[in-house]
C-alpha cells in the first residue's frame, strides 16, 4: 500500500554535529518527494525537495538523497544548530488522490 | 508577502457539535488544501481546493467538508464533532499544485 514512514522516531545529536533523517517509501511511482520541518506550535515548513529524476540535491546545509533502488530518502543537516530541533516529515507525492503523503516523523533535539 | 492565515487558531467544541475552520492563502495561490495532524496518525490528506472546485479528497467521512470562495479563501466545516476529531487542523497553499506547499500555523481543535 501507500505509506511513508521514517526509521527513528527522535534523534538527539550535539550542536555542530552533522545529523542524518531516514525516510522509507513504499510507492515507486511516486515522483516528487519533500522535507518539511515542523517546530512546536508552527504549521510545517519546506526545507527542500527532490524529483525522482534526481539523486541528490543541495540546499543551504541541508541535502537530499534519494535512492530509488531501495525507496530510500534521507535528509542530511550539516553543523546543526539549536534552531534545526524540530520534528522533520518526509513527503511524497503519489497518494491515489494525487496528494501528499507524509510520514510520522522524527524529532530532532540539538544539545548545546 | 505575508503568509498562510488561519482562524481561529483554537477552538474548543463538544460532541454533536459543528465547527468551520477558515484559512487565507498567500496572495496568487489558488490551490489550497487541508491536513488533519494528530500524534497517532500524523499529518493526513482532507482534501485539496483550486479555483473553487475539490480537486482531490482524503479518505475521512462526509462528515468532513470544505468549500473555496472566488478570492481562493477557503472554509473547512466538521459537522457532529466526534472525540477522535481532537487535532491540529492544517491549512496549506500553494500556487498551481502540491509541490511547495506553505503551511499555515494551524487551528487547535479540542472535542470535549
Known amino acids: 500500500g501507500e505509506s511513508v514512514g521514517l526509521h527513528l522516531p527522535t534523534l538527539s545529536v550535539q550542536e555542530g554535529d552533522n545529523s542524518i533523517i531516514n525516510c522509507a517509501y513504499s510507492n515507486s511511482a511516486s515522483d516528487y518527494f519533500i522535507w518539511y520541518k515542523q517546530e512546536s506550535g508552527k504549521g510545517p515548513q519546506f526545507i527542500i525537495d527532490?524529483?525522482?529524476?534526481?539523486d541528490k540535491r543541495q540546499g543551504q546545509r541541508v541535502t537530499v538523497l534519494l535512492n530509488k533502488t531501495v525507496k530510500h530518502l534521507s535528509l542530511q543537516i550539516a553543523a546543526t544548530q539549536p534552531g534545526d530541533s524540530a520534528v522533520y516529515f518526509c513527503a511524497e507525492l503519489g497518494g491515489s488522490q494525487g496528494n501528499l503523503i507524509f510520514g510520522k516523523g522524527t524529532k530532532l533535539s540539538v544539545k548545546p | 508577502k505575508a503568509g498562510v492565515t488561519q482562524t481561529p487558531r483554537y477552538l474548543i467544541k463538544t460532541r454533536g457539535q459543528q465547527v468551520t475552520l477558515s484559512c487565507s492563502p498567500i496572495s496568487g495561490h489558488r490551490s489550497v488544501s487541508w491536513y488533519q495532524q494528530t500524534p497517532g496518525q500524523g499529518l493526513q490528506f482532507l482534501f485539496e481546493y483550486f479555483s473553487e472546485t475539490q480537486r482531490n479528497k482524503g479518505n475521512f467521512p462526509g462528515r468532513f467538508s470544505g468549500r473555496q470562495f472566488s478570492n481562493s479563501r477557503s472554509e473547512m466545516n466538521v459537522s457532529t464533532l466526534e472525540l477522535g476529531d481532537s487535532a491540529l487542523y492544517l491549512c496549506?497553499?500553494?500556487?498551481?499544485?502540491?509541490?511547495?506547499?506553505?503551511f499555515g500555523p494551524g487551528t487547535r481543535l479540542t472535542v470535549l
Open positions: 527532490i524529483r525522482s529524476n534526481m
Open positions: 496549506a497553499s500553494s500556487f498551481g499544485s502540491h509541490r511547495e506547499q506553505f
